[in-house]
């Protein structure tokens, strides 16, 4: 089966300038997720979509971070203006389950976006 | 407030050693993940556990939920296994994943 795919791989933007992600999640996997990896952290949940309602956005900076998840598919995550502080790699995992049974269900990894803000 | 702490930060082995990493977390959970993060970024679920013990090859996963700790075990070391290595446990009312800073392995030949 095909992976999480993420695009692009690595993006260079200056301060305040803005730029988007885009995640497509494995084939029927109703859950999605985004996280922000600072380099030596874990990675951090900003947002967490179930087909295309949202779970748990309480860590989204919502002044300046906006994701949105038409149709229950794709995702793309949002970020205007940048700040340095945003420099980091954004992941996107995908589960099959829906629901509360979704913490039983495996997480499916893409392989991030690497975001450096100068 | 849900907290992983994951012990040793870095961790360096020759090959062929026995390798454990160790992680505690704070509150119940409903199940843990051991995942394996290689340079460039990319993360594979190696295990999701809810009790006792699983095994996968040379890995191996054990969960003691009375003492609110987990451990990862990697037999026969080798340097293809140098990754970072988080766990992560599942909790919160949505089973939002709480993930630990990681443990980076480094296996010499």
């Known amino acids: 089966e095909a992976g999480v795919a993420q695009s692009p791989r690595y993006k260079i933007i200056e301060k305040r300038q803005s730029v988007a992600f885009w995640c497509n999640p494995i084939?029927?996997?109703?859950?999605l997720y985004w996280y922000q990896q600072i380099l030596g952290q874990g990675p951090k949940l900003l947002i967490q979509?179930?087909?295309?309602?949202?779970?748990?956005d309480s860590q989204l900076p919502k002044d300046r971070f906006s994701a949105e998840r038409l149709k229950g598919v794709d995702s793309t995550l949002k970020i205007q203006p940048a700040k340095l502080e945003d420099s980091a790699v954004y992941l996107c995992?995908?589960?099959?389950?829906?629901?509360?049974?979704?913490?039983?269900?495996?997480?499916?990894f893409g392989n991030g976006t690497r975001l450096t803000v100068t | 407030k849900n907290e992983v702490e994951q012990s040793p930060q870095n961790l360096t082995a020759q090959e062929g050693e026995f390798i454990t990493i160790n992680c505690s977390y704070s509150?119940?959970?409903?199940?843990l993940h051991w995942l394996q993060q290689h340079p460039g970024g990319g993360i594979v679920s190696l295990f999701m556990l809810s009790s006792g013990k699983k095994k996968h090859g040379r890995l191996i996963a054990t969960i003691n939920i009375q003492e609110k700790h987990s451990s990862l075990h990697i037999t026969a070391s080798h340097p293809r296994d140098s990754a970072v290595y988080i766990c992560a446990e599942v909790g919160g009312s949505q089973g939002n994943l709480i993930f630990g800073k990681g443990t980076k392995l480094s296996v010499k030949p």
């Open positions: 979509f179930q087909n295309n309602g949202v779970v748990d």
């Open positions: 084939s029927g996997h109703a859950t």
């Open positions: 995992a995908s589960s099959f389950a829906s629901g509360h049974s979704s913490y039983n269900s495996p997480l499916h």
């Open positions: 509150v119940g959970i409903s199940a």
